[in-house]
Every structure is written in C-alpha cells, then in structure tokens.
C-alpha cells in the first residue's frame, strides 16, 4: 500500500527518505505532532509551500450563524469550526541570501522521521547552493506530554566548504486571517469542491482581533481575540542561539506578524543552534493579557529546564505510554509499525484534552471543523479506559460538563432529559443537517456505552455515582419519551423507536433502527441499575443524586420496562435482523458493479438516490452484534455479518475495524486480517483520499480493539473478562496489555496457548472460551489453545441473495442506479419480464 522505497519499514519510526510536493497535505498529517491540547501540522519549517499551514487548539473555535435553505424549527443555528492557531512554526534559512526553497533547492539528502518512542519530529538534509555551497541543516520539533502548553523547535545549520552569511528568520504569522507572501490564500478563504467532511468557511472578514503584541529581547508575544466565539488566544516564543560565529539580532512585530531574524557571519564547519520555545494558552473568558502572562511562565520554566530535560522527560513520559498500551505482533514489522503509528495517534489526540473532547482528526488537521462525534466514545474510550483510564475519565468528565446544553437540546425537540449533540466543540449542536445528525440519537447510548465500559475496567464507582449517574439517568430519560408503546391483539406489548438514524448514514430517519434499540436497551438497563445500586451501597449518595436530578419514584422501573420490552426487528422469512423496520423492503445496491470512480457514493449520488437501497456507509448491525454480542447468538452473528458485509460501502473510516472484528469472530479469518490492514493503513496509504484533512482518529482507536477484541478475542459483557482468542494464519504471536481494575495483565497469544501474566494489584478472575480462572499479582497463567476458531473460506458475496425472499414473497435483486442524460422509457414488457432497466 505505500511506496516503501520512499517510507521504508521501521518498527518505531515513520521515516520519509526523498521530498514530493504531490502529496504534502497528507504527509503533513502524517508527520504532524501533538499532545491532545495543541497540535502542529508536519509543515516544513521553510513555512512557503504547503496543503495547509495548520497550528491548532483543542477547543479553540469560532462561530457563525448556520443559513439554512429552508429552516425549521429545532435547527441547529449556530456553527462552530475550529480556528487555525498562530502560527509559530517557521524558521526559515538563506545562505548568501539565497532561501531554501523545496520547489527548487538541490537537495543531495534528504531524511525526516517520526520517532514514536522520543516524540520528536526529525529532518536531516544537505543542501548544495546555487553557488555550489554544501549546507547541512537538522531539524527537530517535539509538543511536550508533559507541559501542555509547551513546544519547542531547534535547527542547526552548518556550512561544510566555505564561509557564508547565513540567517535564520524565526516568525509567528496570523495564517487564518493574514496572508503571507510564500503561504498563498489564508486557510478562512481556502476552496475546495464539495465534501461534507471538511471545514466549514467563515464568512466575516477577520476571525482573530489582535490584542497585546510585543517582543522584549529575544522573545516575542502575541494575542488575539475570535471575533464571534469571544475566545482568547496567546502565543509566545524565545529563541536561544548557540554558535562560535559572529551573530545580530533584527526583530520586527506587526499585528499579524513577528519575526525574529538572526544574521549570522558564519565560518565553515562551524555549526549555527538555533532553538525556539513555543507557548500557547486559550480561554473562553479570560483576558489576553492574562494569557500572555501564562505564556511567560510556561517559556520561565522551558529556558530554565533547557533543551536536553525537555527530551529526557518526553522520552520518560513515552516510555511510561508504551509500556501500558504497546500490541506487539509477531513478524509482521509492517503491521507492526502501522499499528504503533496508529496508536501513537491516539496518545497525541488524548492525553493532555484535559477535559476536552477529542475531535475526530485530533489537532492534525482542520477536517469536520475540529468536532467532536460519537467516535469518541465508542472507537477511542476503549483503548482509553484499558490503557490509560485517567484519559477516559477526562473524555467523559467532557461529556458531563455538556449535560446543560443537552438538557437544553432534548427540551427543544420536545423530549425528556438530556440529548448529546451529534457534532459539537462547545456543546451546542452544530449539524446543519438533521438526517444524517441530530437523528443520531443513538449517540446518547453511546456516551452511557463509554462510561460502563470505563467503570467496567476500572472499577471507578466514585466517578459513576458523583457525575456519571447523571449522564445516566438523563440519557435514560430521553429514551422514555422518544419511544412509544404498541400493543398487538391486546396479546404482545412492545416498545418502538421511531424516526432515527442510525451508524449508517446512508440509511436515516427510519423506523426501529435496530442498533439504537439495542444500545438504547442497554442504556435504559444501565441507568436503572446504576441507580438501584446507588440506593442500596450508599444513602446519602443516592438521596443527593435523587434531590440533584429530581428523580421520582418508579423511574427506574419504568426503564426496566420498556427495555424489556424493546423491539428487535428480526426477519423470520430471511433469517437475519433488519438493519430497520422496512429495510429489507429497499432494493440492493449492487456494488461490485458500482465503478470505482463513483465511490464514495455520497460524493456522487443524491441521498435521495442513496436512502432507496439496502447500501451501507458502514456497519450498522455488525457494530450492534459486537459491542452488544451477549445478545445475540453465534448463528445470528454469523447470518447477519454473510447479510450486509457485501452491502457495506466502507465509505466511512469507522467501518473496517468493525467488520474485522466480526469477521474475526464468525470465521472469516483471512477476510478478518483484509479489513485490519486496510483500517490501519487507512491514512498511512490515504486509502479514503482525505487524509491531507488530518488523521482519522476514531480509526486508529479502532485498530486497537480490532486486535484487542478481534485478534485477542477479549469481550467484558457483564463486567465479565473473557477471550476466545482468533490468531491470523500467518502470525506467529500477538500480545497486548490490559489494566483491569487497576492490575496491569500482559496478554500473548501464540497458536497452541493464551499466556496472562499479572502485575501488582488485586488477583482477576477471567474466562478463556467458557472456563474460568483466577490470577493473582505477579503470577502467571498458561491457558491451551486447541485451535484459533472457526476457519471459513472467502467473503460473502451478493450472490448469496438469489434464494432470499422479503417477508411478502418477493425475490431480493440487486442493481446499480442509472445515470442517464435522458428520461429512461420502460415498457410493459420490461415490468412483465422483472427488466432492471
């Protein structure tokens, strides 16, 4: 999938070997670096030719009037999109007054890296100057794990074979509203064709008002102001240099630029070390001056801690990361650097959101407005709350703090409770379009999903019973409302959703969505059983959550109730569950006949053309059987994946993983391992062509669960730890790390046996394909393995659907839509003889 001459393999790293302007933009996400707060686009330091400058804040946003075509009420009428930061990443050289240009510079050598173990960003070229001058420049930048707040940039710039003036121009330029003479257009104004997956444009003429602006030796500060957010930005820089070559300082600060320029009379072989500290603090109400003053103290700290502990405690702190949450897989480097890649991606889009959610591209990129989705709390809150659960406490500690705006929303569209916005960074709703957003209300089931999976793994009572029992019970709450009751023959008496959408985009407002109502029953159960227990551990607890939520008596019970009673469409005549109550009335879209170059249907097709087929965007009903799998049996998962894998597009980045998933488990294993590859390299090998927009994060966390609860078999249905272990063919061992209840376990699968090994803590008690055991800290357990599962040859096929009859008799056929240039003509001849013309 990549050329790997250009990328070759490398365990630990991400290396690129020569320059190619073809693909900047996705190899400036590639190479992008983070800490979960701020994040730095992989820009080369030059600052002239780029995708996209791209400097960005977790949270930091602005917003805008939604103009509906035809508004309604209830619309969402308030866009937010995340701003493009300062940017403060240029160090830019001439020698002889000659720049360094990519587009035209004689490059003898060239080398950048991304080590996952140091978290530094590396670039080593040799540079021959038109005056046929060799200079060698080194590059690293690194955003710290540990401060927050904190960058820090270094190149070093030798000239091998003459002497040379040389200077180095340090800048912070206002991309989002300035306009830098080698930048092109500012990112506000930049077009591009229709794609709902990218940033909205801002439309007033400038986005951040400066405020206090100045340098004061070699440290430069500026602030702004986002015009309609009211959100403050400050960003300060110091420069140290390091060389024996005679060096001045010019400096120059305008509103929207500050340079920092060093001259340099520099001898040859004699190195010239420039470094440069970066800060940046935001609010939502604080004033600039205040932030500025933030920034001096963070760059107080760096300049006093100096370059060498700033590694030391980045490589410390990674080191702490890997040793939680590294899967090794046994001979296969490739994977194995993909896969690390993967989850390095996670720690750089989670670990210091403090609090924030974390958007579906991370800090990487400006792609779907720097929102924050469902993805979440169904793709990343797993390897969160397995690996680091203080990072998953934070993402739900997020989700809680939204509650008021959420109770807000579910009053507006006349429900109960509290209804989580589809997409957000405030907390507001931001989807201009309801189909295929607020009638995702399955995303409040998935909120209450993430916080029992986080307690489930951790144990973390405290947090459930002081916070999360509200996220509960407010969920819960809507559900009662949203559904109704129906009765049949005054026998059968059952509870329906109606008028949602679920995972699927390309199927929405429908009617019994089965994934909502499988996941709205567990919330229901969830929330009642959280609040039972409340009652009967502690009193006081439970008297305040009652009085803080107003909760009345038979609440509860009346969520018991109606979960009990939920309807889970199911097809006698077919023998699979409906992904909706008419779903199996749609006609099939046949896509192994769809052209490639009308792929991905919502770029091509009409939703009114795409909502008329049985056709998926991802998996709907798979996701249901695997994160609700205690309910359904091996032959219904095994039917139901042969159903709608063939009618599952891909077109969304969150589906592979969980076909993989499921694959793994009903036997497709080769199928299994096809899906995994193409989940991890899904930007590495831009295999949806939108990386360039930055990472797909929900992916990445969907790699680790595809090998966790894939590969590894490991499922906690009931707060039960159990494993069913499906190995590749053509891997010799898989191994992968756990914390459950705060006991550290080393999981390694090898084909003949399962090892667990237990760190300090609590003995675990676990399940290996239905037997039980017991370990306890610092033991180890060898579990046989007779085999690795069911082996089924293949893939489904549409083909399948032959002998398939809907519940009126009538045959399923599959056909690709027409696209015509004129009116089609069907005769009666064609309807008498079944003609799909």
Not at 306 to 316: F, H, K, P, S, T
Not at 360 to 376: Q, V
Request: glycine share 8%; hydrophobic share 40%.
């Amino acid at each position: 999938m990549i050329d790997r001459d250009r990328f070759p393999v490398d365990p630990w790293k991400l290396v690129e070997t020569s320059f190619s302007m073809d693909d900047m933009g996705v190899t400036e996400t590639l190479f992008a670096i983070g800490n979960g707060y701020l994040g730095l686009r992989g820009n080369h330091p030059e600052g002239r030719w780029a995708h996209e400058h791209g400097t960005f804040i977790n949270g930091f946003h602005e917003t805008f009037p939604i103009r509906h075509a035809e508004n309604a009420y209830g619309f969402a009428e308030t866009g937010q999109t995340i701003v493009n930061a300062p940017d403060a990443k240029i160090m830019r050289v001439y020698v002889d007054d000659e720049p360094l240009s990519f587009d035209v510079a004689d490059l003898r050598e060239y080398r950048r890296e991304l080590d996952m173990r140091d978290g530094v960003l590396r670039r080593s070229l040799l540079w021959t100057t038109p005056s046929g001058k060799d200079v060698r420049i080194e590059f690293e930048r690194m955003v710290s794990f540990e401060e927050k707040h904190l960058a820090m940039m270094r190149v070093q710039v030798t000239v091998l074979n003459a002497d040379a003036p040389v200077a180095v121009n340090c800048q912070i330029i206002n991309r989002q509203d300035g306009e830098d003479v080698y930048g092109g257009t500012p990112s506000a104004s930049r077009k591009a064709g229709f794609d709902p997956r990218k940033a909205e444009k801002i439309d007033h003429q400038r986005v951040l008002q400066p405020q206090e602006y100045w340098q004061d030796g070699a440290r430069t500060a500026m602030s702004y102001r986002v015009t309609e957010s009211g959100m403050t930005i400050a960003v300060a820089a110091d420069h140290v240099i390091e060389t024996e070559n005679e060096y001045n300082l010019r400096r120059l600060i305008e509103p929207d630029i500050a340079k920092d320029v060093f001259r340099v009379e520099a001898k040859a072989g004699v190195p010239i070390t420039i470094t440069k500290f970066v800060s940046y603090h935001t609010s939502r109400g604080v004033p600039a001056r205040e932030l500025v003053d933030r920034c001096r103290r963070t760059l107080d700290r760096a300049a006093a801690e100096g370059v060498d502990l700033l590694r030391e405690r980045q490589r410390a702190w990674l080191d702490g990361f890997w040793e939680r949450s590294d899967v090794a897989i046994g001979g296969q480097d490739a994977l194995q650097q993909a896969t690390r890649w993967c989850l390095f991606q996670l720690a750089q889009a989670t670990a210091r959101a403090d609090g924030l959610g974390v958007p579906a591209k991370g800090m990487t990129g400006s792609g779907y407005s720097g929102h924050y989705f469902w993805d979440t709390e169904i793709y990343v809150l797993p390897f969160l709350a397995y690996t680091t659960p203080q990072w998953a406490r934070n993402a739900l500690r997020m989700r809680y703090l939204m509650l008021p705006a959420a109770r807000r929303r579910a009053f507006q569209l006349n429900e109960a409770g509290a209804l989580f916005p589809w997409r957000t960074i405030n907390g507001e709703e931001a989807s201009a379009y309801y189909a295929a957003g607020t009638a995702q209300y399955h995303i409040n089931a998935d909120v209450s999903f993430a916080l029992a999976k986080y307690v489930r793994a951790t144990g973390d009572e405290e947090f459930l019973r002081r916070e999360g029992v509200d996220i509960a019970v407010e969920t819960a709450r809507l559900w009662t409302t949203l559904g109704f009751w129906r009765t049949v023959d005054e026998v059968e008496t059952t509870f329906h959703i109606h008028g949602v959408t679920g995972p699927d985009e390309y199927t929405t407002v429908v009617n019994d969505n089965l994934f909502t109502n499988v996941m709205a029953r567990f919330n229901l159960r969830f929330a009642a059983r959280t609040v039972r227990e409340m009652a009967e551990v502690d009193g006081e607890i439970y008297r305040e959550m009652v009085a803080r939520l107003n909760l009345e008596d038979g609440e509860p019970e009346a969520w018991e109730r109606a979960a009990e009673a939920m309807h889970i469409p199911f097809s006698e005549a077919a023998g699979i569950h409906p992904q909706d109550h008419v779903f199996l009335e749609r006609e099939i879209w046949d896509l192994e006949n769809t052209p490639d170059d009308k792929r991905p249907l919502l770029l091509h097709f009409h939703p009114l053309v795409i909502y008329r087929y049985q056709v998926l965007k991802q998996a709907d009903v798979v996701l249901a059987l695997f994160l609700q799998g205690n309910h359904f049996s091996d032959e219904d998962k095994l039917a139901d994946f042969e159903y709608y894998d063939p009618l599952t597009t891909g077109d969304s980045t969150l589906s592979a993983v969980v076909q993989a998933i499921l694959a793994a488990e009903v036997g497709y294993q080769d199928l299994a391992l096809e899906y995994f590859t193409e989940a991890t390299f899904v930007d590495l090998a831009d295999l949806h062509h939108n990386a360039a927009d930055g990472v797909h994060v929900a992916s990445a966390g969907g790699v680790w669960t595809a090998l966790v609860c894939g590969f590894g078999g490991m499922r906690d249905h009931f707060g039960e730890l159990s494993f069913d272990p499906r190995l590749p063919a053509a891997w010799p061992s898989l191994s992968f790390v756990l914390h459950w209840h705060g006991t550290r376990l080393t999981v390694t699968i090898e084909r003949a046996s399962m090892t667990v090994t237990a760190g300090d803590g609590d003995p675990v008690a676990f399940s290996v394909r239905g037997k039980g055991y017991m370990i306890g800290g610092g033991e180890q357990v060898v579990v046989p393995l007779a085999d690795q599962g069911p082996v089924m040859p293949g893939r489904p096929s549409l083909r399948q659907f032959a002998d398939v009859r809907r519940e009126d008799g009538s045959h399923l056929s599959a056909s690709v839509p027409a696209v015509t240039t004129s009116i089609p003509v069907i005769s009666m001849s064609d309807v008498e003889h079944g003609s799909d013309t």
